[in-house]
């Protein structure tokens, strides 16, 4: 079976960093479009960063640009988001998630991880 496995978040300080990994099984990783997204308490699942199959980043939302990098090793079947300057903001549930082809559109992904939560305290 298809499993996509998020970790590296955790409790931390605005200012720094985290990164988080999402490992693919069961699934011809190097195949697939992947993105991350996240669910912040009592607000809708919205897009981060996403990234194409030879692994160059096609988008990310204005909020992160310049301080988080999308980036993939499909060698390791692992994707990871590199988290510089966290914010309040950013404090979320982060979910790694696997199309079949380039799409932003959350409905449209084959594949979710269970998340990983990041929370950042100013």
């Known amino acids: 079976q298809v499993q996509l496995v998020e970790s590296g978040g955790g409790l931390v300080q605005a200012g720094t960093s985290l990164r988080l990994s999402c490992v693919a099984s069961?699934?011809?990783?190097?195949?697939?479009?992947m993105a991350w997204f996240r669910q912040a308490p009592g607000k809708e699942r919205e897009f981060v960063a996403s990234i194409s199959r030879s692994g160059i980043p096609t988008r990310y939302i204005d909020s992160v640009k310049g301080r988080f990098t999308i980036s993939r090793d499909n060698a390791k079947n692992t994707m990871y988001l590199q988290m510089d300057s966290l914010k309040g903001e950013d404090t979320a549930a982060y979910f790694c998630?696997?199309?079949?082809?380039?799409?932003?559109?959350?409905?449209?992904?084959?594949?979710w991880g269970q998340g990983t939560q990041v929370a950042v305290s100013s």
């Open positions: 998630a696997a199309s079949r082809f380039p799409t932003d559109s959350s409905n449209l992904f084959d594949y």
């Open positions: 069961g699934m011809p990783f190097r195949t697939y479009y």
